[in-house]
């Protein structure tokens, strides 16, 4: 079975600073990660991905997420955070099938 | 093509009524989901099409829910006999065939309330 563990229900970072954002996760075989962002009331939207290769994965809005595959995390980070940032994170792995976490709501303070 | 629609936005029943929720994936998607999202959890998967085929159903809550892609394109969510824990948001997601499973492009949700 594969499961994904997002443990901080809520992140606050001051605007202007880098903020990370933690998953963790767990599958037989090679893994597909996943972050999504969903804003109040709205479906969620695709960030980023991870494949196969650099470590280091781009997204949209500037995001951009680590692979460790020692320690089974793919974290999201972004450099310095804005106020419209704020929302809920969701990571999620796929094999067969998708599998989300339990989301981590970002809160940015101006 | 502006994406994944869904209809209608939020529906409010009484327990014990039939509810239907309609997706429309984005028109070149062949693979479309559904997922249930409740408050404070990450989507959780239901069922998912391929063309007009349901290659995985095993996931639907119970035999009260029942989904259609008779056409291969629009596909409908139908909860019968609705029970006060069935409220939740209902999302849709497309994707196309050959993407990764995890690459799906969600629609903004269909809200029920059983009253």
């Known amino acids: 079975a594969q499961s994904v563990a997002q443990p901080e229900d809520q992140v606050n970072v001051a605007e202007g600073n880098p903020l990370t954002v933690k998953c963790t996760y767990s599958?037989?075989?090679?893994?597909?990660l996943f972050w999504y962002v969903q804003y109040p009331n709205r479906g969620l939207q695709f960030l980023l991905k991870?494949?196969?290769?650099?470590?280091l994965v781009k997204g949209s809005y500037g995001f951009e997420a680590e692979f460790n595959k020692s320690q089974t995390s793919f974290h999201l980070k972004k450099p310095s955070a804005l106020v419209s940032d704020s929302a809920l994170y969701f990571c999620?792995?796929?094999?067969?099938?998708?599998?989300f976490g339990t989301g981590t709501k970002l809160q940015v303070i101006p | 093509d502006t994406g994944v629609s869904q209809d209608p936005r939020h529906k409010i029943t009484k327990r014990g009524q039939n509810v239907t929720f309609r997706c429309d994936p984005i028109?070149?998607?062949?693979?479309l989901y559904w997922y249930r999202q409740t408050l404070g959890q990450g989507p959780e998967f239901l069922t998912y099409?391929?063309?007009?085929?349901?290659?995985?159903k095993s996931r639907l809550l119970s035999d009260r829910f029942s989904a259609e892609r008779p056409k291969g394109s629009f596909s409908t969510l139908e909860i019968q006999r609705t029970e006060q824990g069935d409220s939740a948001m209902y999302l849709c997601?497309?994707?196309?065939?050959?993407?990764?499973?995890?690459?799906?492009?969600f629609g903004e949700g269909s809200r029920l309330t059983v009253l």
């Open positions: 099409f391929q063309n007009e085929a349901q290659l995985e």
């Open positions: 599958v037989s075989g090679n893994p597909y």
């Open positions: 028109s070149e998607h062949n693979r």
């Open positions: 999620a792995v796929s094999h067969l099938e998708v599998t």
């Open positions: 997601a497309s994707s196309l065939r050959g993407s990764l499973a995890g690459e799906l492009f």
């Open positions: 991870y494949i196969t290769g650099d470590n």
